[in-house]
């Protein structure tokens, strides 16, 4: 009798590759970050710290020094940029728990709740100074162009998605545009400026930013999964905040789309602000995993995240562009 093959269980994507990858280099930006967040005014420091210090992937701007791993850059300029990539972002994130109200930021009270609104978007400005502050320090015109432009992307996303809220007629397509903005830019100009620095082909930098973007619409759409999939303290703030808000992410449009008539009078009610209740929530849930919008979400994000890899395929397959493939591959599979 032949011995029956027992497959071995596939191993979880994970951080790690990337992480050790750029574990040195991100002492030199964190050192950095912590440096030019101090400011002889005691509220900007004890505030920006509180998001800064809270326990955040740095995905972005670990993105960037990846990308100088890959393309063989020696030099020291992505430090200070890499560091701007991370002011941008969380100055992006202070305004944005200002807008929605939000209560909690990775597993703990938000900003906003804590030192209110005013400072808290005040700080934001400051921390977007310092972002060009290190960009004019860098002196590459063509840098500064890259994630200034970024950054009115985003600020133009941010304002798509809010004009966007409460409207259950809002389209997949617009909202892949608006996540392609207010998420995927800031991923792609990070990915991108490491090619900038070591004075890479225009191919090169394209293809960076290609696998920047697509990893960033990935990213963002399972955020937008795990909202109506994940237990509030693996996401780190509450549950169903994108559903109080009526923000319409794809899991509520796909669950729209495919409803009866009753559902989609719930939806109708719900997005507009008058169904916000747990039970509400709750049966929101309910449908969405009738309709497996959350496991299409999901598909949708694992084939933005393949275009990621793809788009690495003109380099060498060296130690860098496996640990940013895997990354991808992490993107999409957590659950947190």
């Not at 991100?26 to 400011?39: G, K, T």
């Not at 973007?213 to 999964?225: H, P, S």
């Amino acid at each position: 009798m032949s011995a029956q093959v027992v497959p071995l269980p596939r191993k979880q994507p994970s951080l790690a590759p990337i992480l050790g990858l750029t574990a040195t280099a991100m002492n030199s930006v964190n050192a950095i970050i912590l440096d030019r967040m101090q400011s002889e005014i005691p509220l900007i420091p004890a505030l920006a710290g509180h998001l800064i210090s809270g326990g955040g992937k740095r995905m972005r701007p670990m993105l960037t020094l990846a990308g100088a791993e890959l393309v063989g850059y020696n030099g020291a300029r992505h430090h200070k940029l890499a560091a701007a990539v991370e002011f941008i972002h969380t100055a992006t994130l202070l305004h944005d728990d200002v807008v929605d109200g939000s209560e909690q930021r990775r597993g703990k009270s938000a900003a906003n709740i804590i030192f209110g609104n005013p400072a808290t978007v005040l700080v934001g400005d400051f921390l977007f100074s310092r972002a060009f502050e290190l960009m004019v320090e860098d002196g590459s015109l063509k840098v500064l162009k890259i994630l200034s432009s970024a950054s009115a992307i985003i600020a133009q996303g941010e304002v798509d998605q809010l004009t966007a809220q409460r409207k259950i007629e809002t389209s997949e397509e617009r909202y892949l545009h608006i996540i392609g903005a207010k998420t995927a830019a800031l991923f792609a100009a990070a990915s991108r400026i490491s090619a900038v620095v070591a004075e890479c082909s225009e191919a090169e930098e394209r293809a960076l930013e290609d696998y920047g973007r697509n990893l960033g619409i990935a990213f963002q759409l399972v955020d937008d999964a795990i909202d109506y999939d994940s237990a509030s303290a693996d996401m780190g703030k509450d549950q169903g905040d994108d559903f109080r808000e009526g923000k319409m992410t794809l899991p509520v449009i796909l669950a729209y789309a495919r409803g009866n008539s009753e559902e989609r009078k719930f939806w109708e009610e719900a997005i507009a602000g008058f169904r916000t209740e747990d039970e509400d929530l709750a049966h929101a849930i309910g449908l969405i995993r009738k309709h497996d919008a959350v496991v299409s979400t999901r598909e949708r994000a694992r084939h933005f995240a393949q275009r990621a890899c793809d788009a690495l395929s003109m380099f060498p397959d060296v130690a860098a562009r496996q640990a940013m493939v895997e990354a991808a591959q992490f993107a999409v599979s957590r659950g947190y």
